[in-house]
């Protein structure tokens, strides 16, 4: 049985996508968190990794659900992109006050934040590449093999959220127990045939 989905405008997903990023915001600049600047930074880097983990999910809720939400995939996935370049942000310049050179030290020196730049160095390309004269240009199937980069840079993000909690904390371990889920279902679906490079669409919309 294939589920029927509204068909809600880009500029609306846009709009809610970044409700989130306002409401942290407004509790970090008006006192409502004692301490702002982690909880800015947490809260950002927690959103990009669930929309990331959100556009993990399409793929199996169509072919397990029938639930088609190829449309919203770009969204979700530049969603989490700049919600990346946020917690950054919020990181090198309220966290180091715009110090480049301790900042620099602190991407070589602490591996946590080594894995969470070089999380956002991968989603870099998809996010530059995600549009339809890309897609032309490279071609799909050059496109498609760029774009599954997500995979490790969602692994990433994954790991550099247990890290930085530096103790085993259950909602990272969750959180990374449902990105490796989603990693094993594409695997799985590879290797037992069910995901046939042919039977594949690039989402153009």
Avoid at 104 to 129: E, K, N
Avoid at 148 to 156: E, G, P, R
Wanted: net charge positive; proline share 5%; with cysteine.
């Amino acid at each position: 049985m294939r589920i029927t989905v509204p068909n809600i405008p880009k500029p609306v997903v846009y709009a809610l996508g970044f409700i989130p990023a306002a409401y942290i915001s407004w509790r970090a600049l008006n006192g409502r968190e004692v301490d702002a600047i982690p909880y800015f930074e947490h809260e950002l880097g927690q959103w990009a990794l669930r929309l990331l983990i959100a556009t993990l999910c399409i793929t199996p809720l169509r072919q397990i659900f029938s639930i088609n939400l190829l449309r919203y995939r770009r969204a979700l996935g530049l969603l989490a992109f700049y919600y990346v370049v946020l917690h950054l942000c919020v990181w090198l310049v309220l966290d180091r006050s715009l110090d480049l050179h301790a900042a620099f030290l602190d991407i070589l020196r602490r591996p946590y934040i080594t894995i969470g730049m070089l999380a956002l160095v991968l989603l870099t390309p998809l996010a530059i590449t995600s549009n339809n004269w890309s897609i032309r240009r490279m071609g799909g199937k050059a496109w498609a093999k760029l774009h599954k980069l997500v995979y490790l840079a969602i692994a990433l993000g994954a790991i550099h959220f247990i890290m930085v909690k530096k103790v085993w904390l259950a909602e990272p371990l969750i959180y990374a127990g449902i990105v490796a889920l989603l990693l094993a279902w594409r695997v799985w679906k590879r290797f037992s045939g069910g995901d046939k490079p042919k039977a594949r669409k690039v989402a153009v919309a």
